[in-house]
């Protein structure tokens, strides 16, 4: 893994951004946690690909709130502009 942000998905709408700072907390550093408002998902950003990679291994399919997690390594943000025809 060589980034240090997550993907955090299939999240209860009530999830906040403390509950996931503390959660990921566990495996070091969290530098910034986002959370999409009503879309059930989110982003979290560790200090080292090293921590990111082992909460990733250990929450990924973990239960919160009733529903399993999603965490895999985030994309890159696409760019919506190349698709924009003139």
């Known amino acids: ?15 906040t951004k403390d509950e996931l700072s503390e959660l ?5 550093e969290v530098v ?3 959370i999409i408002d ?6 979290v ?6 921590e990111a990679e082992k909460a990733m291994g ?6 919160l709130k009733g529903r399993s997690m999603k965490v895999d390594e985030a994309r890159p ?3 919506n502009r190349s698709n924009f025809r003139r």
Do not use: W
């Not at 250990?58 to 239960?63: M, Q």
């Open 38 to 43: 009503g879309k059930g998902f989110g982003f």
């Open 24 to 28: 990921f907390a566990e495996f070091g």
């Open 77 to 79: 943000k696409r760019d």
């Open 32 to 34: 910034e946690v986002t």
């Open 45 to 50: 950003e560790m200090s080292e690909p090293a």
């Open 1 to 15: 893994m060589q980034g240090k942000k997550l993907y955090v998905g299939n999240l209860d709408y009530s999830v």
């Open 58 to 63: 250990d929450l990924n399919g973990k239960d």
